[in-house]
């Protein structure tokens, strides 16, 4: 009896164990994989287009031409889009092996990106304070309710960039069509009224920027390696 005692505390304490490490393999390395590179995107960003100015009238135009898509597949699309899940934005690209309870790795890479789009994008928000779509022609409906944050840059666009350049550096073999997801997803937010296309270009440049500056850091490259195993693995790649 005291035999088989000894052997199932031990059988415990190698399970606990192994919980432990997968929870420290699952965890990311780092808080932030760009805090090194002292980002600030006011000063890379082009300014939003002045309120009375001919690039303003034409972004405005773009917003309202999409207007004419309401109760087609593209609007549908766009209320969708209003999701950032990874999974949910690049699932119908890279399958049903994308699920977070196959790639806890690189869902808890995403959630550092995220912190690290969303520090150069709120504050440039702030510092630009420009007003979205709808604020500016009542005319403009949304596909969903509309964000009380303001409109340059935008942060969906910022995400869904980045995503997808991280994406097809982990599966060139779908580059192509993630590439044109990525795309899509930050058009999804012109379609929406929710942004002018000019937010949607700055925040694809601040994906590319937080992209770029992850690419140096140690720790995003441990997790990035470990990500990239995991995905391929998960879509049998």
């Known amino acids: ?12 304490a190698a399970c606990a164990t192994t919980g432990r490490g997968d929870r420290a393999v699952t965890a990311p390395s780092s ?3 760009i805090a090194a590179a002292h980002l600030d995107a006011t000063r890379f960003l082009p300014p939003p287009p002045a309120p009375d100015s001919p690039a303003q009238a034409a972004d405005l135009a773009e917003v309202k031409a999409a207007q004419a898509l309401k109760g087609q597949p593209r609007w549908a699309q766009a209320q969708r889009d209003d999701e950032t899940s990874p999974y949910s934005v690049f699932g119908p690209v890279l399958g049903p092996g994308f699920v977070k309870a196959r790639t806890p790795r690189t869902a808890a890479l995403f959630e550092v990106l995220f912190a690290d789009v969303k520090s150069l994008t709120s504050p440039a928000k702030k510092a630009y304070a420009r007003p979205r779509p709808p604020r500016v022609d009542r005319s403009l409906s949304t596909c969903r309710m509309l964000e009380p944050s303001k409109s340059y840059p935008s942060g969906h666009a910022s995400r869904g960039w980045m995503m997808a ?3 097809s550096e982990m599966a060139p073999e779908k580059a192509d069509a993630i590439l044109a997801r990525g795309r899509d997803y930050g058009d999804s937010r012109v379609v929406c009224a929710q942004h002018f296309p000019s937010d949607v270009e700055a925040g694809r440049l601040i994906g590319a920027a937080v992209y770029a500056a992850a690419e140096g850091d140690p720790a ?7 990500a990239r195993t995991e995905l391929r693995a998960a879509l049998g790649l």
């Open 1 to 12: 009896m005291r035999k088989s005692l000894v052997a199932l505390v031990f059988v415990l």
């Open 165 to 167: 350049l991280v994406l």
């Open 31 to 33: 808080s932030s994989y």
């Open 220 to 226: 995003f490259q441990r997790d990035f390696a470990a």
